[in-house]
């Protein structure tokens, strides 16, 4: 199976700053990864596909890179309304892989 | 709309069965494949099993391999997952979630609420 590893595991962040969050895969998986958003007491929200393409009526502050072994989900001037967990996924080979998922806070 | 509305869930012995049942709404059913994912309490996301438009091509996480069944009725709309021989570690919220391209792209656009399956003596 392939293995997701996110880093870190929580950021806590001001309004306005840029976030980062790192996702690695076991082995290479090209550009099959995906970036999923979890508000609390809400079912997941896909924001990137192919690593680096932005679903239909994400804001633009989200960006996606990468390919091979290592991603990075990008949230360019933090929002309030981006408390959230945020998980990658590869999209590869079965089973699905999920990463543990980055807790997002606002400081 | 796309709607994706889960039901069958509850608290169950170990050792017992119970089936998820997903209502899809809004866009042609029988068109895409579809996925089950769960989440245990507190807990990360897990992809469960996935089935084709027709039906006749399915995968499963080896954790539930031999104990749960996917299925689906196209002409009613609905996504099953029928589990059995359930353990305490299956307890989970279980979504149901579509796959957006004919081919099966392996990720998820749509998502239903979750059903919370728990299983406790």
């Known amino acids: 199976d392939i293995q997701m590893t996110q880093s870190p595991s929580s950021v806590s962040a001001s309004v306005g700053d840029r976030v980062t969050i790192t996702c690695r895969a076991s082995q290479g998986i090209a550009s099959w990864l995906v970036w999923y958003q979890q508000k609390p007491g809400e079912a997941p929200n896909l924001l990137i596909y192919a690593a680096s393409r932005l679903q239909s009526g994400v804001p633009s502050r989200f960006s996606g890179s990468g390919s091979g072994t290592d991603f990075t989900l990008t949230i360019n001037s933090l929002q309030p309304e981006d408390l959230a967990t945020y998980y990658c996924q590869q999209t590869n080979t079965f089973p699905l892989t999920f990463g543990g998922g980055t807790k997002v806070e606002i400081k | ?121």
């Open chain 2, 1 to 121: 709309e796309v709607q994706l509305v889960e039901s069958g869930g509850g608290l169950v012995q170990p050792g017992g069965s119970l089936r998820l049942s997903c209502a899809a709404s809004g866009f042609t059913f029988s068109s895409y494949w579809m996925t089950w994912v769960r989440q245990a309490p507190g807990k990360g996301l897990e992809w469960v099993a996935n089935i084709k438009q027709e039906g006749n091509e399915k995968y499963y996480v080896a954790s539930v391999k031999g104990r749960f069944t996917i299925s689906r009725d196209n002409a009613k709309n609905l996504l099953y997952l029928e589990m059995d021989s359930l353990r305490p570690e299956d307890t989970a919220l279980y979504y149901c979630a579509r796959d957006p391209s004919e081919w099966g792209s392996n990720f998820f656009d749509y998502w239903g609420q979750g059903i919370l399956v728990t299983v406790s003596s």
